[in-house]
């Protein structure tokens, strides 16, 4: 009798987890599920290239079905489960709803942005954690530029100008950089708004900028971006956005009402809201709590991973493991690993991996980065960075894309297309409408029209 495996979530953890599985399990010996709400895994160290329009979107996610032989690949949406059963249930991207039964079950749904009860945070800002944030940040960042360059008054104009990043862990670091940057090279398509220059602020509530990295380096990113004239306010915190203006209290209790039209809420990451109802047992910081093999307490067949699990971190007695994807891929390794064990083949093994290096790209090409006993900076770093996402990427036809956008990156300028619609077509209902409401009149026999419409589901 074949084995269920089912694996919910396939990013980092949940695509490593079934190559894995797919790599030690005799052929037949089991049937390997993964559930994921799209058909790609996200490879997010790359996100900030991706909005800083040197890496092509596309380049920068890996399509599962492309790197898994004989999982089966099930698109939906996990929204419950009930492990007494052994049952996940899954809303399928047709819409229909169904239940999926397991032997045994990796949760693998990783996390969501963290926010906090701001007053206006939640409709006026825009996170970084996906694809489609990274892409409108790029295209809010034109955007206000064109409207800038339209306006007379240098103070409305100014508004738009200036873009506030809300959390200077890597993520927000590495993104306001690479868009800084982004923003520098095209700012001269646009007289005015060189003229006037831009404002470009990072709001962070702890003493220093990237808490993951040794204070030195930490300080040495900081110093970079300062000659870059990026202020940094560390030790501050924001306490109310609108669609004009956000204010700032600074460490002496002081507000400052900064007028901007972008705010980007880069603060941290918090289990996926789903990993709450799947009656799994919930431990600090809302993850899921497991067993040094990353075994479920209270169960047999349920294991979790990455950004979702509490996994004990072997370099740090005490603590989790940190919400990386070096530590997610290498979790998805060994828990395949385990499960394999559980059905007959090879040892159960303790999670050991400690961190090998953290690398903060910067843009302009430098970075910081520590390796096991060496911290690089400037050019060095930023070499380093991308040799290893080029190692890290999977499959070699993605390799070469990556290296050809950076070639491409390297030889010309950035293109200052403003892409918002892309995905996004008008229905041929409001296309008519707009062809009534300006004189002009559409026919069933626009055959043309009809084709060149992209069709709507
Ligand atoms: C901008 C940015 C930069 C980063 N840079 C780095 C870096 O340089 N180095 C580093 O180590 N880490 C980095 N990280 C962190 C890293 O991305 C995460 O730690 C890692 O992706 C976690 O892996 P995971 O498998 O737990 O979750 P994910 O990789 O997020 O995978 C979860 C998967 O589950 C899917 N999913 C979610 N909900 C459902 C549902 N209900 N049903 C079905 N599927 C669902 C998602 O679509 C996704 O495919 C970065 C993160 C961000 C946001």
């Known amino acids: 009798m074949a084995w269920d495996v089912v694996i919910a979530g396939g990013g980092f953890g949940g695509l490593y987890a079934a190559r894995t599985l797919e790599g030690i399990l005799p ?23 991706a909005a800083a329009g040197t890496l092509e979107p596309r380049h920068v996610v890996v399509p599962l079905r492309e790197e898994l032989e004989y999982t089966d690949l099930r698109l939906g949406r996990v929204t419950g489960a009930e492990p007494e059963k052994n049952s996940i249930q899954v809303e399928l991207i047709e819409g229909r709803t169904t239940d999926i039964r397991y032997d045994q079950l990796i949760v ?29 940040l790029r295209n809010r960042v034109l955007l206000t530029f064109e409207i800038a360059e339209a306006l007379d008054d240098p103070a409305a104009r100014q508004a738009y100008l200036t873009y506030v990043f809300v959390g200077a862990g890597y993520a927000g670091l590495e993104g306001l950089a690479e868009l800084q940057d982004f923003a520098a090279d095209v700012i001269d398509l646009y007289p005015r708004c060189r003229t006037q220059g831009m404002r470009w602020i990072l709001v962070e509530k702890g003493d220093h900028v990237m808490p993951e990295i040794k204070q030195d380096l930490a300080e040495h990113a900081a110093r970079e971006l300062r000659g870059r004239g990026i202020e940094i306010r560390t030790g501050s915190t ?49 993850r899921i709590e497991v067993d040094e093999f990353m075994q479920v307490k209270g169960f047999d067949d349920v294991w979790a991973i990455g950004d979702a699990a ?16 070096q530590h997610s891929l290498r979790q998805g390794r060994a828990v395949a690993r385990n499960v394999a064990a559980t059905m007959g083949t090879g040892r159960k093994k303790k999670f050991t991996y400690k961190t ?22 400037g050019f060095p770093a930023w070499w380093l960075a991308r040799t290893y996402h080029l190692w890290m990427m999977p499959g070699v036809k993605r390799k070469w894309r990556l290296v050809a956008d950076w070639t491409v990156d390297l030889l010309f300028n950035r293109d200052a297309s403003e892409l918002g619609q892309l995905g996004h077509p008008p229905t041929l209902e409001t296309m008519q409408l707009e062809a009534q409401s300006s004189g002009g009149t559409t026919t069933d026999g626009d055959a043309a029209g009809l084709e060149q419409a992209a069709p709507t589901l």
């Open 356 to 377: 090998l290096g953290v690398f903060v790209d910067m843009g302009r090409r430098k970075a910081v980065a520590q390796t096991l006993f060496l911290r690089w900076r």
């Open 310 to 325: 509490g996994v004990p971190d072997p370099a740090r007695k005490g603590e989790l493991c940190p919400p990386t994807c």
């Open 108 to 136: 693998a749904l990783g996390s969501v942005s963290r926010t906090l009860p701001i007053p206006g945070l939640a409709e006026h800002a825009i996170g970084f954690k996906t694809l489609s944030e990274a892409i409108a």
């Open 27 to 49: 052929h037949h010996s089991a049937r390997i599920t993964l559930v994921n709400d799209v058909n790609f895994m996200l490879y997010t160290p790359l996100l900030p290239g």
């Open 238 to 286: 924001i306490d109310r956005v609108t669609d004009r203006d956000v204010e700032i209290t600074m460490p002496d209790g002081t507000t400052e009402l900064v007028a901007c039209r972008t705010v980007a809420w880069t603060a941290g990451v918090k289990p996926h809201p789903v990993v709450a109802n799947l009656g799994l047992p919930i431990g600090r910081g809302g």
